[in-house]
Nanobody
Framework: QVQLVESGGGLVQAGGSLRLSCAAS??????????MGWFRQAPGKERELIAC????????SYADSVKGRFTISRDNAKKMVYLQMNSLKPEDTAIYYC?????????????WGQGTQVTVSS
């Protein structure tokens, strides 16, 4: 019913940049009605909320670990959400997931993508 597909992951050197994309689709899924978020999960750790954005894109929130380096944005006409990742560090290495949820505040994912691997070398 709802499909979220991430892309843009890869291997980069510390200090480099990547832009992740998430494409949304679904017969009854209205993209512009949902808040969107990016999570990441490193081996042996729980999923961590990195950034989220409200339905219109007018409000955003970031984890302290990525503030000033990552930027979340969305294009409702294209049903896309993005994560621009700058000044990457080895600690950013993880699988990154996009998610759709009913609320921007206290964001929780109701629908999830399969994830894309980001690896940052030192």
């Amino acid at each position: 019913q709802v499909q979220l597909v991430e892309s843009g992951g890869g291997l980069v050197q510390a200090g480099g940049s990547l832009r992740l994309s998430c494409a949304a689709s679904g017969r009854t899924f209205t993209f512009s009605n949902y808040a969107m978020g990016w999570f990441r999960q490193a081996p042996g750790k729980e999923r961590e909320l990195i950034a989220c954005i409200n339905w219109s894109g007018g409000s955003t929130s970031y984890a302290d670990s990525v503030k000033g380096r990552f930027t979340i944005s969305r294009d409702n006409a294209k049903k896309m959400v993005y994560l621009q990742m700058n000044s990457l560090k080895p600690e950013d290495t993880a699988i990154y997931y996009c998610a759709a949820g009913s609320r921007w505040i206290s964001f929780r994912g109701d629908y999830w993508g399969q994830g894309t691997q980001v690896t940052v070398s030192s």
